[in-house]
Structure formats: structure tokens, C-alpha cells
């Protein structure tokens, strides 16, 4: 198969970081590479960057998935990136140009949305107000433009994401299919992820709880506004690009980076119309006046299980999350219904939100002895009865 001009190889470790990640096996490597192998394929990939044959594997590895030779090169470049490609749509449907001022106030917007986002990561605010965090901003700095895509004005933005140690083969891991065990701990999720994650839920946020009810949300809503990340900022930005003659809607589609577990049940792809532009502006302006939500509720992901004493009728886990800023870890004590559910969150690559009073001791992560409420992050809107939980199970 020759290779067109304008395909962007891959190096050797984004090759060999993509078959790991897709279920390959590696046989020991050779003196000019290494034969990988998924039930009746093999692969081999060489240890130096050599075009012809990085094209070869390319090119074998596009039959094997039965897809064609540029989306596997994308997939396989992009194996350490979660992507999130924003899309500006117009009526008479944007070809091959846009207007440099919407182009241009596109580009600024989006990294404002994401800028406010992966401070908002860190620590829900209404209202920022300047005060964006120095670790977010780091990971503003560390993200790409790709090119834009024909069809639409399509703006690929990249965010690195550290690739996990290598989990020992010998030792289960929390997405095994097991008995219930009795310790159990996974990795913290990397912070890049969070902001990207937390981006993610914005746009669903603003979807479920602004643009598709049609209405100013209630206090209430509000408030779940900002415990998904909303602030102000955020809906300032997006209000610029709404609010473009030439934008008729505005489109998120995210692809999470193959190397961890991605958020299964994040919605990919939201999109949003710029009818609603007035609407989000006078959210906008609500939350400048908006207290900062309660410091009893937080979000992120499970890192542990303990169930030491089977006749324990309760069972612990601990939830990797930000507090006051910092990455911080809290326990919380479940029933063990609510316990083998938060299992069964985790396996699908779920984060939760718990809200509950934090007991702290000297030396001691916090912990939640009986939350008001605890659930799947994904669940906070029930945007068919308009309705919010207000206690966990």
C-alpha cells in the first residue's frame, strides 16, 4: 500500500505504547525489533524510526482494525492525548474557510473554556476572577493545536496525558472480574485527565441544565453547575463564540487517550446552540454572584476498596480529589449495596461526587462517615423530569 504524502507517520514508542494499550503481546525483542501479536496477527515493529517500514506497520495494522491508513495513523499519534475536537458549525454548512475574526475568537475562546475548566478541576468556583490555577495553566501550556479538518471548521486540541506504570501481571487490579476483595488500590487520576474530564462535564452541564431546558436555572441548578466545573469564565468564553454571525452551533467530540481507562459513560459529544447565547450570558452574570459552593462536597475517582471484616456490614472507600486545591485523598464509609455499586462505578471508568461532613484525624486522610449523598458524576442531571437527587442511594 504507498503512502500518501500528507500522512503523518508515528514514531516506534507511539506504536508500541498503542498495541499494549490495545490488548497486544509482545514476543522478546529482536536486533531490528519486536513481533507483537493479538490472536491471529502479528506485527512487527521496529526499534528505529524508519518510514517504509513504520508505513508497513501502519498499513498492516489499519487491515487488522478495518479502518482506513489515516485514521489509524491519527489513532496511533495521538495513543497519549486525550483530543477534544471543536467543531464550529454554520447553517450553510462551513466548507473550506471561516471568517479570520471567528477563526480567531474561536481559537481564544476554546482555550479560555479550558483554561477555566482545569482550574476549576482543582478547586469549583463560581467565579474566578483572575485567580486561575498555576498547575492548570501548566497544563494549558503542555496542550496542541492540531490542524483543522475539511468539512467543517474542525480545531483538534491536545492534551497530554502521562502514560500509567505497567500494573504487575500477578497482582488484580480493580477492573478485574473478581470476588470482592478485601484491600484493593489503583493509580490516582493524572490531573490532565481531570481537566479534560472536568471540560467535558461543563459542556454536558451547560447542555443539560442551560440550553435544553430553555430557562434561567434554579439555585439549585446553579449549584450543580459548579460542583461539574461550570464558572463563570467558562460561559463567558462560550458566549464569545456563540455570538459569531458565522457559528450557528458549537461542537465538543472528545477521544480519550487509549493509554488509561477513559470515562466510559462521559459524554463524548455535546453540542450547543447558538440560539442560546443569551441565555448562557445571564447564567454568565449569575455567576458572578454566586458563593462558592460547599467545602463538604467533592468529585474524583476510586482508588481503594477495603472490606477487611466480612461480617462488617459497612464497607470503605477512598476517593482521589482535589480540596482547597491540592490533591488530597478522603475515605468514605458505604453500606455494602452502595459499596459493590461504587465497584461496578469504577469498573465502567466512572468518578463520583459525595457530599457529607469530613471527619478529620492527626495523620489521617478525612473521612465520610454517612454521606448525604453519593453517586456517579455522569448522574447528576435528570434532564427528562428536570429533577436533581438530593441524597445519595
Known amino acids: 500500500m504507498s503512502l500518501p504524502d500528507t500522512l503523518v507517520l508515528p514514531t516506534p514508542a507511539d506504536l508500541v505504547t498503542y498495541l499494549r494499550s490495545h490488548g497486544w503481546s509482545a514476543n522478546p525483542p529482536g536486533p531490528g525489533g519486536t513481533l507483537w501479536l493479538k490472536g491471529n496477527a502479528r506485527i512487527g515493529v521496529p526499534h528505529d524510526p524508519d518510514d517504509v517500514l513504520i508505513g508497513s506497520v501502519l498499513s498492516r495494522l489499519a487491515r487488522t482494525e478495518r479502518r482506513d491508513l489515516k485514521a489509524t495513523a491519527d489513532a496511533v499519534r495521538h495513543v497519549r492525548f486525550d483530543v477534544t ?76 496525558v502521562p502514560e500509567p506504570e505497567q500494573p504487575n501481571p500477578e497482582r488484580p487490579t480493580l477492573y478485574d472480574d473478581q470476588a470482592e476483595p478485601v484491600v484493593h488500590n489503583a493509580p490516582p487520576e493524572p490531573f490532565e485527565r481531570r481537566a479534560v474530564r472536568t471540560f467535558a462535564q ?34 463567558t468564553a462560550l458566549v464569545n463564540v456563540l455570538d459569531e454571525n458565522a457559528i450557528s452551533e458549537f461542537e465538543t467530540i472528545v477521544e480519550w487517550a487509549p493509554v488509561m481507562p477513559a470515562p466510559d459513560t462521559m459524554p463524548r459529544q455535546v453540542s450547543i446552540s447558538a440560539q442560546a447565547v443569551d441565555l448562557v450570558r445571564s447564567v454568565a452574570d449569575r455567576l458572578r454572584q454566586q458563593r462558592t459552593p460547599s467545602k463538604h462536597v467533592f468529585s474524583g475517582t476510586i482508588i481503594q476498596f477495603r472490606h477487611e471484616n466480612h461480617d462488617d456490614p459497612f464497607g470503605e472507600i477512598t476517593v482521589s480529589t482535589m ?27 466512572r468518578a463520583v461526587l459525595v457530599e457529607g461532613l469530613i471527619r478529620r484525624s492527626p495523620g489521617k486522610p478525612g473521612t465520610v462517615d454517612n454521606p448525604a449523598r453519593f453517586q456517579p458524576l455522569d448522574e447528576l442531571m435528570l434532564p427528562d423530569s428536570g429533577q436533581l437527587p438530593t441524597s445519595g442511594p
Not at 474566578?128 to 501548566?138: K, L, T, V
Not at 454536558?204 to 439555585?219: F, K, S
Not at 485523598?329 to 465497584?343: I, K, S
Open 202 to 235: 461543563s459542556m454536558q452541564a451547560v447542555h443539560d441544565l442551560i440550553v435544553e431546558p430553555g430557562r434561567m436555572p434554579n439555585t439549585d441548578h446553579i449549584h450543580e453547575l459548579v460542583y461539574r466545573g461550570v464558572s463563570r469564565e467558562f460561559c
Open 323 to 349: 480540596r482547597r486545591g491540592r490533591p488530597s485523598e478522603v475515605r468514605v464509609r458505604l453500606p455494602l449495596d452502595t459499596y459493590r455499586e461504587a465497584w461496578e462505578w469504577h469498573n465502567a471508568g
Open 85 to 160: 475536537n471543536l467543531r464550529a458549525v454554520n447553517d450553510y454548512r462551513i466548507i473550506d474557510k471561516i471568517p479570520l475574526e471567528t477563526a480567531t475568537k474561536l481559537i481564544s475562546s476554546a482555550r479560555t473554556m479550558l483554561r477555566a475548566t482545569a482550574t476549576t478541576a482543582r478547586w469549583e468556583r463560581a467565579q474566578i476572577a483572575g485567580g486561575y490555577s498555576r498547575i492548570g495553566d501548566e497544563v494549558i501550556r503542555e496542550a496542541f493545536m492540531g490542524h483543522t479538518e475539511r468539512g467543517s471548521f474542525i480545531i483538534p486540541v491536545l492534551v497530554p
